[in-house]
């Protein structure tokens, strides 16, 4: 655990951390939801990077990367 002293730098970064720290778990679930939709249509994607975007990040959160 850390600390940053307000008006610090450094706050806003850590600010915003946290809040993505906090979300972390909303946000994979979304994503996740996401591809397993966009999976049930995959002929249509084609060569679409962001989807494998999103597959490689689920993958480095489950730590299979």
Not at 22 to 38: K, Q
């Amino acid at each position: 655990l850390w600390f940053i002293a307000e008006g610090h730098p450094g706050e806003k970064r850590a600010e915003a951390n946290a809040r993505l720290m906090a979300a972390a778990p909303e946000l994979y679930e979304a994503l996740e939801a996401l591809v397993g939709v966009i999976d049930l249509g995959q002929d249509a994607l084609g060569e679409i990077s962001e989807y494998y975007d999103a597959i490689a990040a689920l993958a480095k959160a489950r730590g299979e990367q």
